[in-house]
């Protein structure tokens, strides 16, 4: 395995799920994924196209800044992460569940 494909394989953090990337999935046919916060399209792309074997067509991305949660007298804030939106191209399907 070369460097690139090392990099790529740690791109991807873990799938993102909630009621909008659920109805995302149904109607444009986009699935949500936590990355790496240096992490690019192109590699972002390459990442997902590598580990799943789908073809992608596009990829937009979001900063999610995180919350100042609070303890008590103390006040700390949870970290910044990234999030991509990957679009599939027509026909093709990630199966998290694995067939079940």
Not at 77 to 100: C, E, M, N, P, S
């Amino acid at each position: 395995m070369s460097m690139k494909e090392e990099r790529l394989m740690q791109i991807i953090l873990a799938p993102h799920a909630s009621e909008k990337t659920a109805r995302l999935e149904e109607t444009a046919g986009q699935i949500c994924f936590k990355v790496l916060k240096d992490a690019t399209k192109l590699e972002i792309k390459q990442a997902v196209e590598l580990s799943f074997n789908v073809k992608v067509s596009a990829v937009t991305v979001a900063i999610q800044n995180g919350k100042q949660k609070r303890l008590g007298r103390f006040v700390g804030q949870r970290q910044d992460w990234k999030k991509a939106y990957v679009t599939l191209a027509d026909g093709q399907t990630i199966d998290f569940v694995g067939g079940a």
